[in-house]
């Protein structure tokens, strides 16, 4: 089976860069996307939908040196689930639960 996921959004902070103990560079981007839709009532909605991004190897030196917030961003991956292929949930500061929905970038 394959599967590939295209987003184009924008990024909402400024990437963050690492190294893995065995030196590979990793990025991690915040994108947000959204869609704009009018419902069957004719009432207009507004939806944003945020994704977690990891980016790999050279690529991800070149997005943390060249990329910064606000930028629009077309990112192409592969959709990373938990291990009940779910997206990741957790509880906000406020009690609020929340979910996060987080793709590889393909290299």
């Not at 947000?32 to 839709?37: C, F, H, Q």
């Not at 690529?59 to 060249?66: M, T």
Request: contains cysteine; hydrophobic residues 30%; positive net charge.
């Amino acid at each position: 089976m394959y599967h590939k996921l295209i987003l184009v959004g924008n990024l909402g902070r400024d990437p963050e860069m690492r190294y893995t103990p065995s030196g590979q560079a990793v990025t991690n981007l915040s994108v947000a996307t959204n869609r704009s839709y009018t419902d069957s009532s004719g009432e207009s909605h507004k939806e944003t939908i945020w994704f977690r991004v990891s980016v790999w190897g050279k690529q991800a030196e070149s997005c943390h040196q060249y990329l910064k917030k606000g930028r629009q961003v077309l990112v192409e991956g592969r959709l990373v689930a938990d291990e009940n292929g779910n997206p990741r949930i957790w509880t906000r500061q406020d009690g609020t639960p929340g979910s996060s929905f987080e793709v590889s970038a393909a290299t």
